[in-house]
């Protein structure tokens, strides 16, 4: 898994990333579907363990096209996980109060509490996105920010946030199917968007921006993951074992039972 992470300063060219790949379990999606299962179990053990630990957090974030599976890798990745301990904060076009402030304002205060996951469908990386392709601010403003990102980031982990970025990548082929689908199911006509169609048209630009964004802000302390993401099976299985192995890495402990309760006897 350590193959999809950035390394810091590493120059990024998304064509070299095949977003079919199936890494390991070429043919063997029922296998996969297994151990997505088991990993599904883990995590939600980890959960309780980080939410009973309460001394640190999690954020993670998820970018990609539209139709990318953002939606898709949050039902399935967090399937089965306690809701309580579990938040989704979506940011879409800033509202008039949010564009008042600066552009981190209304991120932070969607940034998880102590024992709590917060996964971020969309975020702050929308600044040097969406803003730069459809050229919603100058280049100075969105280039001040990846060096914003990267302070913002790096002060949440020193306060105890682990931080995983998720960069699903999908190809321009699958793009155009999953559109289609959402234009003759209907039960994802809700889903289409007026501004699919000219997003798609920038298709080169938003690649050349997911480049500089993922080498530009994957740091040591919060690296960004470029998942191959046209198979959701394998996209959902690599995204879960990142994530269990980061938070057993965490080593995150059951809070003893305190002096005063260890001669408690319930009556
Ligand atoms: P899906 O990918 O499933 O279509 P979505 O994430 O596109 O879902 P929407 O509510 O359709 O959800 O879109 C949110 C929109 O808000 C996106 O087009 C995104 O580019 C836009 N947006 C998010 N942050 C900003 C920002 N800082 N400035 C301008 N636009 C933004
Ligand atoms: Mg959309």
């Avoid at 600044?127 to 980031?153: C, G």
């Avoid at 959402?182 to 050349?208: G, H, I, V």
Wanted: no cysteine; proline share 6%; aromatic share 10%.
């Amino acid at each position: 898994m350590q193959s999809y992470r950035v390394r810091p300063g590493e120059q990024v060219r998304l064509s070299a990333h095949d977003p079919d790949s199936t890494d390991g379990f070429d043919g063997k999606k029922k296998k996969a579907l297994a151990a997505t299962r088991e990993l599904t179990t883990r995590l939600e053990r980890l959960q309780e363990l980080l939410y009973a630990d309460h001394r640190r957090s999690v954020l993670i974030v998820l970018q990609a096209i539209d139709a990318g599976g953002k939606d898709g890798t949050i039902r399935h990745v967090f399937e089965g996980v306690n809701p309580q301990g579990v938040r989704v904060a979506r940011f879409g076009r800033p509202t008039p109060e949010e564009s008042a402030h600066d552009f981190l304002w209304r991120v932070h205060r969607q940034t998880p509490e102590k024992g709590e996951i917060t996964i971020f469908n969309r975020s702050h990386y929308e600044e040097v996105l969406v803003v730069r392709v459809e050229k919603l601010a100058p280049r100075s403003t969105w280039l001040r920010h990846y060096r914003q990102i990267n302070d913002f980031e790096r002060s949440l982990t020193e306060e105890g946030t682990l931080i995983l970025k998720f960069f699903l990548h999908i190809s321009f082929d699958e793009q155009r199917k999953r559109l289609e689908a959402r234009l003759r199911d209907r039960t994802k006509y809700w889903k289409f968007s007026s501004a699919d169609l000219p997003e798609r048209k920038r298709w080169p630009a938003y690649q050349r921006a997911f480049e500089e964004m993922l080498e530009k802000t994957s740091t040591p302390y919060a690296p960004w993951y470029v998942i191959p993401a046209n198979r959701k099976w394998f996209r959902n299985l690599s995204v879960s074992r990142i994530l269990v192995e980061a938070l057993d890495g965490l080593q995150l402990k059951w809070p003893p039972l305190p002096a005063d309760f260890r001669s408690t006897v319930v009556p």
